[in-house]
């Protein structure tokens, strides 16, 4: 068995709610609220939710661009949370993020070479003489070209910026890669590009990704294991077939019933969830998917359910399974 290469055990976030002159806290955004996932190396977790359930925040989190409230986050059996900044510096090259808006972590008037360079330099990771020819192969490997090395980012289509996401990240020989909705802002056809550069790479380099997205059809073809969040909470999580063919959550049904069949005679009944997503700042008590469920009963208004094994290591959080 493989080491793990990342271990998070109930993490939480949660952000202090301030009022009046004197910044008294008041309450708490429950942004993050024990989530726990492993990581073998070379395996892929899809991180799914609406917008607004807290899973950015889980790798920002994770990455420890933001402190933690509790928990613990092991990177190959080190707690990254407890690291002084010297040693935490020393690990940033081996855990990567991607975002989604690639463009907007560009500075326009640095030509794209510089921008994928600057990192390696910071780190100490090259000489200066040897910054250009790994830039370059780093393009070839993100699918662009030697000539691109020169240009300005305007110069580039959506598509090729995030290429350049991926090399800059690339670049510095991560082990673990979190991207952040890194296809969401793209073209349908694009967007498989973009998975299958993912999923090249992943070959090639023996990567190890978090992949989080609001589309499960997105994470369809790159995880083999999927986790559902709902308002802060880990709803489910599963293997990716089992996931997809025996969802056991509401929600996951829900969110899965908007996924396209590539089979047109085959037709998936849409299940359309009422209301938006309530805020972490005033969650609903029980079940927090209580107020959007349509098999809620009053057991759920009342009681949290209990996130256990429904089985073959398929776990869910539901008063009803
Ligand atoms: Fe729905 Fe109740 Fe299950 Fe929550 S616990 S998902 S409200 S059935």
Redesign the pocket.
Known sequence: MPETLLEVNHLKKYFPITKGLLNRTVGQVKAVDDISIRLQPGETFGLVGESGSGKSTVGRTILRLTEKTAGEVKFKGVDIHTLPPEELRGLRPKMQLIFQDPYSSLNPRVRVGDAIGEALLDHGLCSRSDVRDLVLETLESCGLSSYHIDRFPHEFSGGQRQRIGIARALILNPELIIADEPVSALDVSIQAQIINLFSKLQQSRGLTYLFISHDLSVVEHLCTTIGVMYLGSMVETASRDELFRHPL???TKALLSAVPIPIPKLKRERIVLKGDIPSPANPPSG?K??TR?P???EV?RSQV?VFRDAGGGHFVA???V
Do not use: I, R
Request: hydrophobic residues 25%; contains cysteine; glycine residues 0%.
């Open positions: 959550h509401p929600y079940c998917f209580h469920c098999f809620a009963e759920c359910p539901c008063h009803l």
